[in-house]
């Protein structure tokens, strides 16, 4: 009698459906419970030759846009350009602007690439992590073999950039679902991130391959394992497919499929 006593006491406390209301409003607003002053640090990961070259250019945009030059030394004209700078970069000494981005691929050829491109030199060198055999086109190589071999050291950078944030924001990850390193490794490290870092934004930038435009006839089976990868594992996706950017970059080159002209297009806001 004692118990039914209670619970009738307390049915009009759950029955208020204006003060659940206001908790789950709470709940959502997770700024509330923030330091927004802090900058909302965010991770980039470029995976996979497509990745890195898109990614390359990435940080070609977005350095000009900054005001940083190829050294990351700040040569702006605004105050403007520093005030968000954070949410990329890291502070250095010498008054040095470093990306927070860690490069993955299973051969070395595009690592040496990105160095030798225009803004080479301005990457943490420790953040090129690298294999030697490469994927070969192969989903189950980049996820389950030559990939699975590198994952660790990929992570120990990642934990190493999200530890020097103040308010981590979340992760970004460039990468194609046609070759077998940034489909197959790529998935690889989301599923890894999202184990370690479950309250953290997961978004990912995923060219999709293009019948029209294709370099083997495996792109259709890399996609196709890779999908669910990111429907389970990220919480934004930002697809686009190589044909309107070959189209894009054709129009301006005399080369039918020029690789610098795609990935500028792909990685400049549409």
């Known amino acids: 009698a004692f118990e039914k006593k209670r619970l ?3 049915r009009p406390f759950f029955q208020c459906r204006r003060l ?3 908790l789950f409003s709470l709940l959502l607003r997770p700024s509330l419970f923030l330091d927004t002053s802090k900058m909302r640090e965010i991770v980039h990961l470029q995976a996979g030759q497509c990745g890195n070259q898109i990614g390359a250019k990435f940080w070609e945009v977005i350095s000009d846009e900054h005001g940083i030059d190829p050294t990351g030394t700040y040569h702006g004209d605004s105050d403007l350009q520093l005030e968000r700078i954070n949410v990329y970069y890291n502070e250095a000494t010498g008054g040095k602007y470093v990306p927070r981005a860690v490069l993955v691929d299973l051969e070395p050829g595009t690592m040496d690439s990105v160095r030798s491109g225009p803004f080479g030199q301005i990457f943490r060198p420790d953040n090129f992590v690298f294999g030697q055999s490469g994927a070969g086109n192969n989903w189950a190589k980049g996820h389950y073999t030559e990939g699975a071999e590198l994952v660790d050291s990929v992570l120990d950078c990642v934990r190493k950039e999200a530890e020097s944030c103040d308010c981590l924001q979340g992760f970004q990850l460039t990468h194609s679902l046609g070759g077998g390193t940034g489909s197959g490794m790529g998935t690889l490290l989301i599923s890894k991130i999202r184990e370690e870092y479950p309250d953290r934004i997961m978004n990912t930038f995923s060219v999709v391959p293009s019948p029209k435009v294709s370099d083997t006839v495996v792109e259709p089976y890399n996609a196709t394992l890779s999908v669910h990868q990111l429907v389970e594992n990220t ?17 301006h080159s005399s080369s039918p499929r020029p ?12």
Not at 235 to 251: F, G, I, K, V
């Open 20 to 22: 659940w209301s206001c």
């Open 235 to 251: 919480d934004e996706t930002t697809a686009s497919t190589t044909r309107p950017c070959t189209t894009s970059a054709s129009a």
């Open 259 to 270: 690789p610098t002209e795609i990935s500028t297009t792909s990685s400049r806001p549409q």
């Open 8 to 10: 009738h006491s307390l």
